[in-house]
């Protein structure tokens, strides 16, 4: 049997956009807790045009708790700034914590019923039983 | 062969061996490309826009390899950890998420500039287990994508009906869920090349685009007709004469197979000197 490594990890903006409201019961289910057992920083592309477009659609407070919880929310202010599309300097903070700040191994806790997702490799595993259905 | 849906359930279907070929069969590769490429095409996503796409049923992450060379960003969801895991080989840039489409689409609303599908819907339509009602299974996951599409946004999902009654079957749940759009089929005269896809919109109403290989609407005057008709009365055109190869790359034409222009010398006969 041949050990293949191959590293995949999932982006805070995943995250920022998954909920657990696929389950019986669950009205919200958002924003989902993290239980990091490993985090990878990575480089990838900046692409200010992704970012500032991504911007509105997030949510903001869930993703500083979210980098603040995992120990990475490094200097991304509490509120959202007014005009970042012209902050470039600030898009690659935005950039950094939502592409490069991976998480490789760990859980995702749902905020209402505190059922947990694990991850591994970098795939959560969202898959319900048919009683949470 | 009989249709993959009917041997067993998607996660045990593809499993090592059969997610394998999806990176050493090179035919099977170059259809998916193919479909995905057509899929993103039918988006109709605003140019030179890096978009946030969704994948249902990513398998080997193939067709979003496709999303990543025109520069969007994508995150994949599929049931078959033996596809996510060729996935993982090939290093693809998007998020990856181990789900059942039936079960819902797990993400906020209004998240998605657009959704693609490449057989993988077909796979709903099944009842694998006990507890599968595939009616509801289908109205969850077209309800539940609706909301996490923006209001401009398209999905568009190729699939292969098993019959007509299946088709009507998802389009139905997919209105039901507050889409609207249609069927596209590629290539309606082919049997190998034709290929469906389910346009759904979110949005405004905008005419469905047109599908490739298929008649333009008919622009000539309404005799011509008649003189076909004439033609045809006479019967089939004399084997290897000029009309019989032009009808014959006609044919192939409407089955979306390569063929040379018709020109002068086309089914001309070679001079004596040969």
């Known amino acids: 049997m041949v050990f293949r490594c191959a590293v995949h990890n999932m982006k805070l903006l995943t995250h920022n956009m998954l909920t657990s409201k696929c389950m019986k019961g669950v009205t919200v289910g958002y924003p989902l807790g993290i239980v990091a057992k490993d985090i990878k920083v990575s480089e990838t592309e900046f692409n200010s045009e992704f970012v500032s477009r991504i911007i509105p659609k997030l949510d903001w407070n869930a993703l500083w708790k979210a980098a603040d919880s995992i120990g990475h929310s490094g200097d991304l202010p509490q509120q959202l700034m007014e005009d970042y599309e012209n902050n470039e300097e600030f898009l690659k903070k935005v950039h950094h914590v939502l592409l490069e700040v991976e998480i490789i191994n760990g859980e995702l806790v749902c905020p209402e019923s505190g059922r947990k997702f694990p991850i591994s490799q970098g795939i959560p595993n969202m898959l319900l039983n048919e009683d949470e259905l | ?274």
């Open chain 2, 1 to 274: 062969m009989s249709r993959p849906e009917h041997r067993a359930p998607p996660e045990l279907f593809y499993n090592e061996e059969e997610a394998g070929k999806y990176t050493s069969n090179s035919r099977m590769i170059d259809i998916q490309v193919q479909m995905s490429e057509r899929a993103v095409e039918l988006l109709a996503l605003p140019q030179d826009e890096p978009c946030l796409l969704l994948d249902l049923g990513c398998g080997s992450g193939l067709s979003g390899s496709v999303l990543e060379d025109q520069g969007h960003t994508w995150i994949g969801m599929d049931i078959s950890q033996a596809m996510l895991n060729v996935a993982l080989e090939r290093e693809v840039e998007g998020d990856l998420l181990l789900s059942d489409l039936g079960q819902g689409v797990p993400f906020r609303a209004g998240t998605f500039d657009g959704a693609i599908s490449v057989s993988a819907l077909q796979w709903l339509c099944n009842a694998d287990k006990k507890s599968h009602n595939p009616i509801k299974r289908l109205y969850k996951f077209f309800s539940m994508l609706f909301a996490s599409l923006t209001r401009t946004a398209r999905a568009v999902l190729q699939f292969y009906p098993e019959n007509s009654e299946q088709a009507e079957l998802i389009t139905a749940q997919a209105m039901k869920a507050g889409f609207f759009g249609g069927m596209v089929v590629d290539y309606p005269n082919s049997t190998r090349a034709k290929k469906f896809f389910l346009v759904l919109m979110t949005g405004t109403c905008i005419q469905l685009p047109q599908a490739l290989g298929e008649e333009s609407e008919r622009t000539s005057v309404i005799y011509t007709h008649r003189r076909e008709q004439l033609k045809k009365m006479r019967g089939k055109p004399l084997k290897k004469s000029r009309d019989w190869i032009l009808e014959k790359k006609e044919r192939r034409r409407k089955q979306g197979k390569e063929t040379k222009p018709d020109s002068k010398y086309t089914g001309r006969k070679r001079s004596g000197r040969f």
